[in-house]
């Protein structure tokens, strides 16, 4: 996710704390305080949203095809199996559907 919109959502929220804070007639340093903690949410809430976005565009950059992705399921499940107690001869072609 981009920064600039992740600032502009902490900016609107802050907005919306100031207006939650006049709605409920909250004065002085109770005021400050109630902004300050909610705003330090928005703020937290930002950081924990770009840290996982952050890598996610990183690895979306090589789109795989689905054909390629399938097969690549297949060979891994192949893998597995020749590897598992059922022994090398074992196939995904070969097993029953049901159990």
Do not use: C, Y
């Not at 054909?67 to 597995?80: M, N, V």
């Not at 020749?82 to 995904?92: C, D, I, Y």
Request: zero cysteines.
């Amino acid at each position: 996710m981009k920064p600039a919109l992740l600032a502009a959502g902490v900016v609107v929220w802050i907005g919306l704390a100031v207006a939650l804070a006049k709605v409920l007639k909250v004065h002085g340093e109770d005021f400050w305080i109630l902004v300050a903690g909610l705003a330090l949410i928005g703020i937290i809430a930002a950081v924990v949203i770009w840290w996982f976005t952050r890598n996610k565009t990183a690895e979306a950059a090589e789109p795989m095809d689905e054909k390629d992705e399938i097969e690549q399921l297949f060979r891994e499940a192949e893998t597995r199996l020749a590897k598992s107690r059922l022994g090398s001869g074992a196939r995904l072609s070969t097993l029953p559907i049901f159990s």
